[in-house]
């Protein structure tokens, strides 16, 4: 039953999309942003390539937030979450974060989550590519303290600006304090030493290719230095005063003993920060490497 529905709904919408009903002008951020979708439900055409954008009002309160995604054909279209950080971050400097993001579940995409602030939250609705042709798919969100409003207009002037201009890129520091992100150095595996309490920040630039990212740590002494692995999306929310855990740890490498190591890799692009800790009752001396096909700085 449910099977004939999702065909009768995709027919629905094949329809409306061929007479032009729902058009959307593209871009290098996907579609026009002066409008925000609300999640209701409703089935929806995904050109090769087009973003979907909608937005949420949710009360801060705590309660568990679920979003849901009925694509067809199946994993051709996934969605992310967007804070209003997130969001601020994107349409200031064109860095897209997200909090999260659909995880396929059985013929379904979901996400649950829940936040302690209040605003307008956002969901990306994107086309994967792997295959030339569309994706239909219906979006839903629902939840205690989660409400939808008329399509708003969505500060144009700005949206705009952000996407037409490519942001600004700042060379990273070769030398410096390190004191923290706003000073960040560039990894260069060069020996440094860290005294007691002390910190240091590095950071490097990732395209979000979803490609291999290595972070490798020499320690002398190894037990009193930690290196800690924090998204872009993490940097605003600790820089707003949310505690946050890092989204990486180095952990003892299985072959050199003095080592520390982390592997990952991302759906976003932008700037990726690594903070090498002092522990322990004496300083330390490390070296701090990353590598990656898509990473420099």
Not at 71 to 76: N, T, W, Y
Not at 203 to 220: H, M, N, P, Q
Not at 228 to 237: E, N
Request: proline residues 5%; negative net charge.
């Amino acid at each position: 039953m449910k099977g004939r529905l999702v065909r009768l709904a995709m027919m629905v919408a094949i329809i409306a999309t061929l007479l032009g009903a729902g058009s959307a002008m593209a871009g290098p951020y996907g579609e026009y942003l002066g409008m925000f979708r609300a999640p209701d439900g409703t089935w929806q055409r995904l050109e090769v390539g087009a973003r979907h954008w909608y937005s949420f009002e949710y009360d801060g309160e705590e309660g568990q937030i679920t979003v849901r995604m009925d694509v067809e054909p199946d994993h051709l279209a996934n969605f992310r979450i967007l804070t209003p950080a997130c969001f601020d971050l994107w349409r200031t400097q064109g860095e897209l974060t997200c909090i999260g993001c659909g995880e396929s579940d059985e013929d379904e995409c979901l996400w649950s989550g829940h936040f302690n602030t209040a605003g307008t939250y956002y969901v990306i609705v994107d086309h994967r590519d792997t295959k030339d042709v569309p994706a239909y798919y219906s979006l839903e969100v629902e939840g205690k303290g989660v409400w939808f409003t008329p399509e708003v207009d969505a500060a144009l002037t700005t949206v705009k600006a952000v996407a037409k201009a490519e942001p600004a890129v700042k060379p990273l520091a070769k030398q410096g304090s390190g004191a923290g992100p706003a000073d960040a150095l560039a990894p260069d595996a060069e020996w440094l030493s860290l005294d007691v309490g002390q910190s240091i920040w590095f950071a490097v630039r990732y395209d979000g290719s979803e490609t291999g990212i290595r972070v490798t740590l020499d320690g002398s002494p190894v037990e009193n230095v930690a290196f800690k692995v924090w998204t872009p999306a993490q940097i605003v929310l600790m820089g707003r005063g949310d505690e946050v855990d890092p989204i990486g740890r180095g952990s003892p490498d299985e072959v050199l003993l003095d080592r520390l190591s982390w592997c990952g890799c991302f759906v976003d692009g932008g700037l990726y920060y690594v903070e090498v800790v002092q522990v322990g009752a004496v300083p330390a001396n490390f070296k701090l490497s990353v590598c990656g096909e898509k990473v420099w700085f």
